[in-house]
């Protein structure tokens, strides 16, 4: 076997603690993956070293508590392979490297792409889900809100559903802004008693969100049954307070 000339390479050169502190600078995390193809060195030494995860790690630190690695890429069979440590090491890579490449894209404060459809509607379309994605609460000098049909039982849940900006978001805050009707005697804000937030993904992966309207044909009971939710939020009541009033 022919031997590698390593002599114009920095990281055969400099000390390990140079080298760590070059690649440990460079602004993407994906830019490790390119960096780790470029040699069997230059790979071995950003693996051993967890380069990618600690760029991952420093640029979305929110995930650092809630990655669980173990379902993100198949087990590593101990029992069958040699050099274990590394194994591991270089499965680090490989899902740090996935979500450094699938989180990168979302360069954004607003992580919702599409109001998909609501469980039901008072007057549609002038008070549908798709005003909710409006910042503020008129839109061309127009009242911008949604408004439910209304429940005879107040127990019974009303349901919004979104589709994310991609596959893969990094959701660090939620806003919830309720309608503060501005036409009407003493501006009355119309807010439900509490929220609570599901995420997830279809269960079949070959059926669209878009297959959903928007209109109260949809039964929104049946969504358990249509969906993964991979997170289920706690039950957070809503303040019947606006904020946004001048105090002087």
């Not at 995420?199 to 249509?226: A, I, V």
Request: hydrophobic share 35%; proline share 5%.
């Amino acid at each position: 076997m022919p031997k590698v000339d390593n002599s114009g390479d920095f990281i055969f050169w400099f000390a390990e603690e140079i080298s760590m502190k070059i690649l440990t600078n460079l602004d993407d995390p994906s830019d490790v993956v390119r960096v780790s193809s470029v040699s069997k060195l230059w790979r071995q030494f950003v693996i051993e070293h967890d380069i990618c995860k600690q760029l991952c790690l420093k640029k979305f630190p929110e995930i650092s508590g809630a990655v669980e690695l173990n379902n993100l890429i198949e087990p590593v069979d101990i029992g069958l392979r040699n050099g274990t440590e590394f194994e591991l090491l270089k499965r680090n890579h490989k899902i740090f490297s996935f979500l450094a490449k699938a989180l990168s894209p979302v360069i954004t404060n607003d992580c919702l792409s599409t109001a998909i459809s609501a469980s039901s509607t008072d007057n549609y379309p002038t008070e549908s889900i798709v005003h909710t994605l409006q910042p503020g609460d008129r839109n061309q000098n127009v009242a911008s809100y949604w408004s439910s049909s209304g429940q005879h039982e107040p127990s019974v849940p009303e349901t919004l559903l979104y589709e994310l900006v991609t596959k893969m978001c990094l959701v660090s805050e939620i806003h919830v802004q309720p309608f503060q009707a501005y036409f009407q005697h003493r501006y009355p804000i119309y807010s439900c008693k509490a929220v609570r937030f599901k995420m997830g993904h279809l269960r079949n992966l070959g059926e669209s969100d878009t297959d959903f309207s928007d209109n109260e044909s949809e039964d929104h009971t049946l969504l358990d049954d249509r969906f993964v939710w991979t997170y289920i939020s706690p039950e957070f009541p809503m303040v019947q307070v606006c904020f946004n009033t001048l105090i002087i």
